[in-house]
């Protein structure tokens, strides 16, 4: 072989080997931006002067390059004011105030030229979207880079950004620059910003922010300049500044997004893990000092759990920054209200730093798989609380006395109401917002817990791992994720997506009959009772005080799960067809030593009306 061939070859193994072992490995467009920003703080204003290299992965020559403008949201007959003023259940922290924001109040981002290569071009303003049609198109394989130049406005605090939050802090800092909309398999994702969810492409981020000395900032990334800023960033002593405007300057890596908060009143905590993270904490001093100083310490414990669970974090460092109206997570920090107790300060801090694996990391669509991203961090926040509460390190937090039971109950109620849409919906197009969130959080952390029914608890926890780690940085979709549990457990589950987040069907299954078929023989008939087919496992307690236990697979699966689960050891029945209403099996035990029999022993099925799942039947 000559030198080229040995190259050829060493190249196509190269590539052979990742396209066999990485489930998410397809084409993806990368992104740098370069920015400047000018900050005025009397006016709440900014001048941004900002370069974008983008790089064209995909087979496809982009003629024209989408952009959101989600500050022009902030403005009287937006759409996300008429969407606000005209869904049922609008969020309390939008209702009517965006339709009554003056002029100084509003958000807006007015983009003043555009170029490429110098020469300046023709742009549209479709409120929250920029569509920017290119002088040359990128070809698969090409970069292009755009200067923009914009004045923005940072409208009153209402939904996740904005100045003034309802505890003082001066500016929370999301959603403010010029951001390129995600192309992908699917296009492009131009949605109008309606105050939902984001999706964005990874890459670069080299930002400079010019701001009144007075205030400290906190957020993505890592700060450039410590000895310049001083403020906690550095334990030297940092002199008298030169002038009244101090330049911040910023870098991150492998993000999709870059949030920054800002207040003259921050106190800015450091605190290093165990792992060598470090961990930075934004807050004003009051009356919640005391919360917020007992944080750092069991973030620590948290994040050490977080990482043995759910897979290492690749970035040196994380900031906790008192702002916005809750919880929102961004790359490498989060946005939180800080008035709480210490359990409701740590609950939303786990919460939002769960997303760093699940939005940040993998990069989720969280408009498009909405479930995905909020389910799987619902589901990640029960199981690390759960562990803080055993470790009794939270004041006032205790075990989970039964996992997940307000997801169990959100769901009940949603079913019960009829309100229910399949978890395939764009988080945007719900009808109502209360479905919306029952839907991504509950529905979403009970697709995962319910799993752990399917195919075994520990399949399910390596199958978190492995998705995380043949997944991360590639914006993985429910399929990629379905084929990652399937690999891991040997266990077929097409089925459970098509029916648990592509339709609203339900589960219900029942113990239909129980009689003696001799002295020594009992038959049980289980029955099916509405649409989705489950693998049931089932009970029977004996009146020596044994108990059998059975584990019957769906034949969809074409397989089971492990016959050893915690103290339960399975006897593994003939398969139930998905056709067959009636499942009919006979025991080697007389009726008369029967006490009991349960469907779904360990309480994980999802079952609507679990009320006729245990012999002897109640009531009837
Ligand atoms: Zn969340």
Request: charged letters at 20%; aromatic letters at 14%.
């Amino acid at each position: 072989m000559n030198r080229m061939m040995k190259y050829l070859v060493v190249l196509f193994l190269f590539l052979f080997s990742i396209h066999a072992h990485s489930q998410c490995e397809r084409w993806q467009n990368k992104v740098s931006y370069k920015m400047e920003i000018d900050f005025d703080t009397d006016r709440h204003q900014y001048t941004g002067d900002q370069f974008i290299t983008y790089t064209n992965g995909s087979p496809d020559t982009l003629h024209t390059l989408y952009f959101h403008l989600f500050l022009n949201a902030f403005q009287p007959g937006s759409s996300m004011d008429m969407r606000s003023l005209t869904i049922r259940d609008p969020d309390r922290r939008v209702g009517a105030r965006i339709n009554q924001l003056k002029e100084d109040e509003i958000g807006y981002q007015k983009i003043n030229a555009i170029f490429q290569d110098g020469e300046g071009l023709r742009f549209t303003i479709h409120e929250t979207i920029l569509e920017v049609g290119l002088d040359q198109p990128v070809l698969p394989g090409d970069a292009v880079t755009l200067r923009i130049l914009y004045d923005a406005q940072v409208p009153l605090q209402i939904r996740r950004m904005g100045r003034m939050s309802d505890e003082g802090i001066h500016y929370s800092m999301a959603q403010w620059y010029p951001r390129l909309c995600q192309y992908d398999e699917l296009g492009w994702h131009n949605n109008p910003y309606i105050g939902r969810e984001f999706y964005g492409s990874f890459g670069e981020f080299d930002v400079s922010i010019t701001i009144d000395t007075s205030y400290t900032l906190g957020g993505t990334g890592y700060l450039q300049n410590p000895e310049v800023i001083g403020k906690g960033y550095t334990d030297d002593p940092v002199g008298p500044y030169a002038s009244e405007k101090l330049t911040w300057h910023f870098k991150a890596d492998n993000v999709h997004d870059f949030m920054w908060g800002a207040d003259p009143e921050y106190t800015h905590d450091t605190y290093l893990t165990r792992d060598s993270i470090l961990l930075r904490f934004f807050y004003r001093k009051g009356e919640n000092t005391e919360v917020w100083s007992s944080l750092p310490e069991i973030m620590s414990e948290a994040f050490d759990f977080i990482q043995q669970k759910f897979g290492p974090y690749p970035y040196r460092q994380y900031a906790f920054v008192q702002g916005g109206d809750g919880g929102m997570e961004y790359p490498m920090s989060t946005l939180i209200t800080g008035h709480r107790s210490l359990p409701s300060l740590v609950g939303v801090s786990v919460h939002e730093l769960m997303h760093s694996w699940y939005q940040g990391v993998l990069g989720i669509n969280e408009s498009l798989h909405p479930w995905m991203d909020e389910g799987f961090t619902t589901y990640a926040t029960e199981i690390v609380m759960d562990e803080l509460g055993r470790r009794g390190i939270v004041p006032g937090l205790a075990p989970k006395e039964k996992l997940f039971s307000s997801s169990y109950a959100g769901y009940y109620n949603m079913v019960e109401a009829g309100i229910q849409e399949p978890l395939t919906t764009h988080a945007d197009h719900y009808d109502l917002n209360t479905v919306y969130g029952i839907s991504s959080y509950s529905k979403g952390a009970l697709y995962l817990y319910q799993l752990s029914y399917i195919i075994g608890q520990e399949n399910l926890e390596k199958t978190l791992l492995s998705f995380y780690d043949r997944c991360k940085f590639h914006h993985p979709n429910p399929d990629d994720f379905r084929r990652t549990a399937e690999k891991v457990s040997g266990i077929k589950l097409k089925w459970y997506n098509e029916y648990w987040v592509n339709s609203i069907k339900v589960i219900d299954y029942a113990i239909d009959t129980i009689i003696a078929l001799d002295d020594t023989t009992s038959r049980i008939v289980l029955s099916r009772d509405a649409e989705m087919p489950m693998p049931i496992d089932l009970g029977v307690e004996l009146s020596d005080g044994s108990a059998l236990y059975y584990t019957i697979p769906l034949n969809l699966m074409f397989g089971h799960k492990p016959l050893t689960e915690g103290d339960k050891t399975y006897q593994l029945m003939a398969d139930w067809d998905w056709t067959y209403p009636k499942y009919i099996f006979d025991i080697p035990q007389p009726l008369s030593k029967i006490e009991k029999v349960i469907i779904d022993p360990s309480n994980r099925l999802i079952d609507i009306d679990r009320a006729d799942n245990t012999y002897p039947l109640k009531d009837r």
